[in-house]
T-cell receptor, first 113, second 115 residues
Framework: AQSVSQHNHHVILSEAASLELGCNYS??????LFWYVQYPGQHLQLLLK??????LVKGIKGFEAEFIKSKFSFNLRKPSVQWSDTAEYFC???????????FGSGTKLNVKP | GAVVSQHPSRVICKSGTSVKIECRSL??????MFWYRQFPKQSLMLMAT?????????EQGVEKDKFLINHASLTLSTLTVTSAHPEDSSFYIC???????????FGPGTRLLVL
């Protein structure tokens, strides 16, 4: 079955620590990949997306993600997290030409000040 | 960015009653709207996709007679949970996209509790 996996359910970091959140997907063909963030009490917001081209994509607020096709991965990274990055992060995939998103289970990030 | 609203944000109802949730795109025309359901500590599960003016397409395992979806205009879609039961209690999220958008814009969600 088609799926998106996020292996880290809850991550706790201190400010200035580096962040990497894992995301793997199981689609074999063309896929668009997304990371969304949900700050406490707010809507899901788009952080960044990958459609094609440079596999290293940069998003808002200093986040970036790398698409590694051979590993079916699209991990999210940030060199130095801030307390304001405390939120839940969702990876999503949109296979081929289908206008459907499949989401991972989310990773809650707590950044200690 | 594009704004999507949902109403109500929270609803409590008795078992057997029906509940309607509205999803509105406030500043763009949403040709497609999506309805998701989210269980605690789980991912968003796509329930159905609706295109303006046509019948919704339901995902496998989602009862279309239970979850009625209407997308009568380019700015409004509604989800009606009919004859709600406690197991329907969940967080329902809608999203919307336009012809030109590469992503979906999400509403804030509606928490449904069926007693």
């Amino acid at each position: 079955a088609q799926s998106v996996s996020q292996h880290n359910h809850h991550v706790i970091l201190s400010e200035a620590a580096s962040l990497e959140l894992g995301c793997n997907y199981s689609y074999g063909g063309t896929v668009n990949l997304f990371w969304y963030v949900q700050y406490p009490g707010q809507h899901l917001q788009l952080l960044l997306k990958y459609f094609s081209g440079d596999p290293l994509v940069k998003g808002i607020k200093g986040f970036e993600a790398e698409f590694i096709k051979s590993k079916f991965s699209f991990n999210l990274r940030k060199p130095s997290v801030q307390w304001s990055d405390t939120a839940e992060y969702f990876c999503a995939a949109r296979p081929g030409n289908f206008n459907k998103f499949y989401f991972g289970s989310g990773t809650k990030l707590n950044v200690k000040p | 960015g594009a704004v999507v609203s949902q109403h109500p944000s929270r609803v409590i109802c008795k078992s057997g009653t029906s509940v309607k949730i509205e999803c509105r795109s406030l500043d763009f025309q949403a040709t497609t709207m999506f309805w998701y359901r989210q269980f605690p500590k789980q991912s968003l599960m796509l329930m159905a996709t609706s295109n303006e003016g046509s019948k919704a397409t339901y995902e496998q395992g989602v009862e279309k007679d239970k979850f009625l979806i209407n997308h009568a205009s380019l700015t409004l879609s509604t989800l009606t949970v009919t004859s709600a039961h406690p197991e329907d209690s969940s967080f329902y999220i809608c999203s919307a996209s336009s012809v030109s958008s590469e992503t979906q814009y999400f509403g804030p969600g509606t928490r449904l509790l069926v007693l």
